[in-house]
């Protein structure tokens, strides 16, 4: 079993920042792409920003610039780091890692953690 645990959200004013942590955690699996994605009140859930195993990240398009996605395979956990935050950015923000099991791969979801942009 898989968890994902995130951390970091919060209410933070226009033009702030925030770090988003998503730790994994089990036995017996090797974690490939891990990501950010989130969803607004009303709207569906969008990806963020993802990482390969080997550190290369892709960007919405609406965050390029403003947010940078990381990670540390030794401790399976991933960042993002969000600078410049706009009101538009409030959503749900959800961590997912795919695993690879016995030659199977999965895709897990974490719990969510609110950010909220406002003045």
């Known amino acids: 079993q898989v968890q994902l645990v995130e951390s970091g959200g919060g209410l933070v004013q226009p033009g702030g920042s925030l770090r988003l942590s998503c730790a994994a955690s089990g036995r017996g699996f090797a974690i490939g792409p891990m990501g950010w994605y989130r969803q607004a009140p009303g709207k569906q859930r969008e990806l963020v920003a993802t990482?390969?195993?080997?550190?290369?990240?892709n960007y919405a398009d609406s965050v390029k610039g403003r947010c940078t996605v990381s990670r540390d395979n030794a401790k399976n956990t991933v960042y993002l780091q969000m600078n410049s935050l706009k009101p538009e950015d409030t959503a749900v923000y959800y961590c997912?890692?795919?695993?690879?099991?016995?030659?199977?791969?999965?895709?897990?979801w974490g719990q969510g953690t609110q950010v909220t942009v406002s003045s």
């Open positions: 990482i390969t195993s080997r550190g290369i990240g």
């Open positions: 997912k890692a795919t695993t690879f099991i016995a030659g199977d791969e999965y895709d897990h």
